[in-house]
């Protein structure tokens, strides 16, 4: 599977195992930033980038990582077709694709340690999206919003 990745320099460390472990398990990873570490650096452009090649590559899904993950799932979430959901257990990893069909999944890597985080990373991307009609319709009704349509 092809995952493309982001992190601020809150998250910086993380992604660098991230993209080395994901890799080593057989994933195609794109690595959106940053290059290197700044602690001034600024995440909504990486986290940009990593929505918008998840949503241009269909099947694809992505990871962003900060601090806390919460301005990271809020930066992605600013693309129109991502549906980036914070994790902050497995449940809540593994819900927001088996629900909510999630695309990329918001990490706070000060909140975890290196283990729970690749814990939550690997939950998220090992769960289906159920397919069931009530997520879907829910998940249909996002879409349609962010489309401009409502109701």
């Known amino acids: 599977m092809r995952i493309h990745i982001a992190a601020d320099h809150a998250g910086f460390e993380l992604k660098s195992v991230l993209v080395t472990h994901l890799a080593a398990a057989g994933h195609d990873v794109v690595?959106?930033?940053?290059?290197?570490?700044?602690?001034?650096?600024d995440y909504p452009p990486v986290c940009f980038a990593a929505?918008?090649?998840v949503v241009g590559d269909p099947g694809s899904l992505g990871v962003?990582?900060?601090?806390s993950g919460n301005g990271e799932q809020i930066?992605?979430?600013?693309?129109?077709?991502?549906?980036?959901?914070l994790a902050w257990n497995l449940d809540t990893a593994r819900l927001a694709r088996a629900h909510n069909d999630a695309n990329v999944v918001a990490i706070g890597a000060r909140q975890h340690t290196t283990d729970e985080a690749v814990a939550l990373v690997e939950a998220f991307l090992a769960e289906?999206?159920?397919?069931?009609?009530?997520?879907r319709r829910r998940v249909d009704l996002l879409t349609a919003y962010e489309a401009g349509r409502r109701g």
Do not use: Q
């Open 128 to 135: 289906p999206f159920t397919g069931d009609p009530r997520h």
């Open 51 to 53: 929505g918008e090649a």
């Open 64 to 67: 962003v990582i900060g601090g």
């Open 31 to 41: 690595d959106h930033g940053a290059a290197s570490y700044d602690a001034l650096d």
């Open 75 to 85: 930066a992605a979430n600013k693309v129109r077709g991502v549906r980036a959901a």
